[in-house]
Every structure is written in structure tokens, then in C-alpha cells.
């Protein structure tokens, strides 16, 4: 039987190397994304809509039966202190980063208490664990989502539902090039010494690619992590155990 899987923001980057890793482990997958995407079975969602949501993942269950796994990748990034965020940019950052999460597990849980069985990934951050400068409404996002999936995994356990959170710290995706591009504007800097800075920062030496995070994902979402629910899953270099 082939299982069914739904990514959120599964156009680019993290999201995108996810979908492809599931699409090879034998998994069809769907897409949620607003990006259209030529990977996976591609559904526009806007994922701050709960309305947009219910009806993709009723879609799903109407076309395929079931869903085996999600994975909520679909997020932005800002930066800026408490003082600097304005209130529509900590409310635009919750209602992509925090809601949309919600808005999928509401949706998605009652099937999957029905079939008795389901693997849930949030895609949080090395900010699940730690704080960094000047990142008050990111990092305040990444923080629920760790807790999103830890409650879950527990309300859940007697359904066979896990729940998990993928940590990642700084990974090669748009979205890391979109804030260091933002950071170069601001500051003068020349971004491959900024991109050298950053390598230097990890204990591995180097930045994490999307692929390795998406190894980790499918691992969670597949039967030999049969044992593994409301845990937060680092894949950071080793740069919050410094």
C-alpha cells in the first residue's frame, strides 16, 4: 500500500528537498504550498486560512483515503528586536509559523484518529531550544511549535499518533540567503565573507544543507522511528551544544 504524506511549503528549499526524499522513499506526497511546484501532487493553500486548509486535506482524504504522515514546513523568517516588531509583523509571523501549524494538525488528527495510526514533523528551529539576538517574534514562533509537538505527542500516544519536532540551525535554503542578503544591505558587508562568518560559527565547520534535513524528516515520518514521539530533533551542526 502506498503512503500518503502532506507537506506544507513544500515548493523550495527545505520543504521542497522533503517532498523529493518522500517521493523517493515511495511515499505520494502533496504539496500545500501558495509557490506552485512541478514535485509532488501540488495543492494552493494559503495555510493562514483555516477554510484553504480543511479543504485541501479533505481533498486528500477524498482522493487517496488516508494520510500516513504530515510534515509542517511552511514558515517565514524576521528579525528584529521586540521594540522594532511591529504588531502586523508579530501577527504575520504567528499566522504563518504558529497557526498554519495548528490549522493542519486540527485538521488532519480527526483522520488520523480514525485510522489509528499517524506521524506528524513540525519543522521548528535551532531556536526551539535556544534564543538568538534580534529575533523576538521568530524565535517566540519556533518555541510554540516545540511545545505544539510535544503536547500533541502526548494527547495523542493512545491514538498511534506520534508526534516530533526537526530542529534545524542554519541551513542553505532561499530563505538563508533572503536574510543575509537583507543583512549585507544594511550593513555594507560583502555576503561571502558573511557566508564564511557563519560556516565558522558551526562546530562542523560548514553550513547544513536541505537534503540532510530532509534524511532526518523521513526517518521520523517512517516506522523505524516507531518509538520516537514529543521529542525535538537537533540537526544543527552542533551549535547549541556549545
Known amino acids: 500500500m502506498t503512503r500518503i504524506c502532506v507537506v506544507t511549503g513544500g515548493s523550495v528549499g527545505i520543504g521542497r528537498a522533503v517532498v523529493e526524499r518522500l517521493l523517493d522513499d515511495g511515499y505520494k506526497v502533496y504539496n500545500l504550498d501558495l509557490s506552485e511546484s512541478e514535485v509532488g501532487e501540488f ?80 519543522l521548528g528551529s535551532d531556536q526551539s531550544v535556544i534564543a538568538k539576538r534580534n529575533s523576538f517574534a521568530y524565535n517566540m514562533s519556533k518555541a510554540a511549535l516545540a511545545s505544539m509537538a510535544k503536547t500533541t505527542a502526548l494527547d495523542y500516544a493512545s491514538f498511534g499518533i506520534r508526534a516530533n519536532a526537526v530542529c534545524p540551525g542554519t541551513i542553505e535554503t532561499p530563505l538563508y540567503h533572503n536574510a543575509i542578503d537583507r543583512y549585507c544591505e544594511s550593513s555594507g558587508s560583502e555576503k561571502s565573507v558573511v557566508h564564511q562568518e557563519e560556516a565558522a560559527l558551526q562546530p562542523l565547520g560548514r553550513i547544513g544543507q536541505p537534503e540532510e534535513v530532509a534524511a532526518l524528516v523521513a526517518l521520523l515520518i517512517g516506522d523505524d522511528a516507531r518509538f520516537i514521539t514529543g521529542s525535538l530533533q537537533l540537526i544543527d551542526g552542533g551549535y547549541t551544544a556549545q
Do not use: W
Open 43 to 122: 495543492i494552493q493553500c494559503d495555510m493562514t486560512d483555516s477554510t484553504q486548509v480543511t479543504q485541501a486535506i479533505d481533498h486528500v482524504i477524498k482522493e487517496s483515503g488516508r494520510i500516513d504522515g504530515v510534515v509542517s514546513n511552511a514558515g517565514i523568517h524576521f528579525s528584529a528586536t521586540i521594540e522594532d516588531t511591529l504588531e502586523a509583523d508579530f501577527d504575520r509571523v504567528m499566522a504563518i509559523n504558529v497557526k498554519g501549524a495548528y490549522f493542519l494538525l486540527q485538521s488532519v488528527l480527526p483522520h488520523m484518529r480514525q485510522q489509528g495510526s499517524g506521524s506528524i514533523v513540525l
